[in-house]
């Protein structure tokens, strides 16, 4: 299983760069969890958009969506080239009917409601869903490969609640929103600050943390310091094209 960071920033995309973003791939099945602004323009560095199978959405935040719309049309054009056939695939929840039903674009894209107990099965992967405490309805992602035993935990956005510590439990990689620094309350924003994230990696047994979903300000390696204190674990920040083969 590959993991690839094609976005992380939090709020909007710095210079050349996009918000969250990652392209998972393994055994020739090549998916993406959100879809962020700039993100179509960075993951044509790693693949050709027609070969991407599917999209799965967190949430409907312009900072997870933001390129959907675009990538939906690379498909149009694709099908039209005759490149491919095949719909791009979106996962998405229904509990903003509006926002889901505006992903349809037969026969462009196919697309799929989850819920908080579904099992998404795309290639070799598994994914399972736990809801968030966020200001939109929101979904974190425990996905598994059936060609590797280990398993990456995408917190997409929260708030810390206890209950992400099971759904994390034992994960090879968790990708965990840090939007805050420690001495910052994220809890009002629907956000994680740091100190929360490493009670989450050290309490879940996590064995690295990938810090995503960047603040805008302040020094990010004092994020990583910050995290250090309490967990025990490998921590990187996340960064454009940094990738992890599991
Ligand atoms: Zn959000
Ligand atoms: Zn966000």
Not at 155 to 181: G, K
Request: charged fraction near 20%; include cysteine.
């Amino acid at each position: 299983m590959k993991l690839t960071v094609i976005g992380f920033w939090g709020a909007y995309p710095e210079k050349n760069e996009a918000t969250s973003c990652f392209l998972l791939e393994d055994a020739g099945t090549s998916i993406l969890l959100d879809c962020g602004s700039g993100a179509v323009a960075q993951l044509q560095n790693y693949l050709d958009l027609h070969t991407l199978d599917a999209v799965m959405l967190s949430h409907y935040h312009h900072d997870h969506v933001a390129d959907l719309g675009v990538l939906t049309y690379s498909r149009v054009v694709d099908i039209n080239l005759k490149k491919t056939e095949i719909p791009l695939k979106i996962h998405a929840h229904k509990d903003d009917e509006a926002a889901f039903e505006k992903l349809r674009r037969p026969p462009f894209t196919e697309v799929t409601s989850y819920q908080h107990d579904s099992k998404v099965k795309i290639g070799p992967f598994t994914i399972t869903f736990q809801k968030t405490d966020h200001p939109a309805p929101c979904y974190a992602m425990r996905i598994e490969s059936s060609e590797t035993n280990h398993t990456i935990v995408y917190t997409a956005d929260t708030t810390f609640q206890e209950s992400l510590i099971p759904f994390a439990r034992n994960a090879s990689l968790l990708i965990a929103e840090t939007s805050f620094y420690a001495d910052q309350s994220a809890e009002k924003f629907g956000h994680m600050n740091s100190k929360e994230v490493a009670m989450l990696a050290e309490e879940s047994e996590t064995k690295e943390v990938i810090l995503s979903h960047l603040p805008h300000f302040g020094d990010h390696k004092q994020l990583v310091n910050e995290v250090a204190k309490t967990y025990s674990g490998k921590i990187s920040l996340a960064e454009t094209g940094k990738t992890w083969l599991l």
